[in-house]
Nanobody, 124 residues
Framework: QVQLVESGGGSVQAGGSLRLSCAAS????????LGWFRQVPGKEREGVAA????????RYRDSVKGRFLLSQANAKNTVDLQMNSLIPEDTAMYFC?????????????????WGQGTQVTVSS
């Protein structure tokens, strides 16, 4: 059974940084795509970044390009989302998700496994 555990959320002032981690277990597909999504109450969940555990470059939504960096951590099946230059609009619940869809992107419909989420709050 696939399990995803997020960590690293918190509160920070605008311009600050946070790092989120997602540890996945129970994976059976070497090219599993791990993605980060975020959601604000009353709004649709939106994709932030995604990366394949089989290798390749991460993909990002336009609004976080140049500020966020998604990478594989040293621990197996773990990815880190480094978030820099945070702005209040980044405030949301952030979710890690896993996908075995052939294309690794930030389309939430491709993801079948989800973590519980971690809150990120950016104050102005």
């Amino acid at each position: 059974q696939v399990q995803l555990v997020e960590s690293g959320g918190g509160s920070v002032q605008a311009g600050g940084s946070l790092r989120l981690s997602c540890a996945a277990s129970g994976l059976t597909y070497s090219n599993t795509c791990l993605g980060w999504f975020r959601q604000v109450p009353g709004k649709e969940r939106e994709g932030v970044a995604a990366i394949s555990l089989g290798g390749g470059s991460a993909r990002y939504r336009d609004s976080v390009k140049g500020r966020f960096l998604l990478s594989q951590a040293n621990a197996k099946n773990t990815v880190d989302l480094q978030m820099n230059s945070l702005i209040p609009e980044d405030t949301a619940m952030y979710f890690c998700a896993a996908s075995i869809f052939p294309v690794c992107n930030v389309n939430a419909a491709h993801y079948g496994y989800w973590g519980q989420g971690t809150q990120v709050t950016v104050s102005s």
